[in-house]
């Protein structure tokens, strides 16, 4: 069982990166499959979600600027940045669990997680 997360990179602020997370071992579509972001010396912290059925979700400071979709036939889910900030410089990880709609920016509940790709953004 193995996620995989890849596409980080330099980017300027303003510009676009997509990130893709994807799955060996296991169905990513029996999963919700969550993004997470840690910049140094913060803690970690939810960015999107998205439910095995392809219900979405957001953290406040991301909405309108990254969407998260999933290709169930390529065991892969993306995350789409766009309008990038330099406060969004940070590691992203992807991790595939079952939380309950409500409670998706909880990382304890998720089983697997990948390895982290980092993304830096420029001012």
């Known amino acids: 069982v193995q996620l995989q997360a890849s596409g980080g990179g330099l980017v300027q602020a303003g510009g676009s990166l997509r990130l893709s997370c994807a799955a060996s071992?296991?169905?990513?579509?029996?999963?919700?499959i969550g993004w997470f972001r840690q910049a140094p010396g913060r803690e970690r912290e939810a960015v999107s979600y998205?439910?095995?059925?392809?219900?979405?979700y957001y953290a406040d400071s991301v909405k309108g600027r990254f969407t998260i979709s999933r290709d169930n036939a390529k065991n892969t889910v993306y995350l789409q940045m766009n309008s990038l900030k330099p406060e969004d410089t940070a590691v992203y990880y992807c991790?595939?669990?079952?939380?309950?709609?409500?409670?998706?920016?909880?990382?304890?509940?998720?089983?697997?997680w990948g390895q982290g790709t980092q993304v830096t953004v420029s001012s």
């Open positions: 991790a595939a669990g079952r939380p309950i709609s409500s409670a998706w920016f909880s990382s304890s509940l998720y089983y697997y």
């Open positions: 071992g296991f169905r990513l579509g029996d999963y919700g």
């Open positions: 998205i439910r095995s059925g392809h219900g979405t």
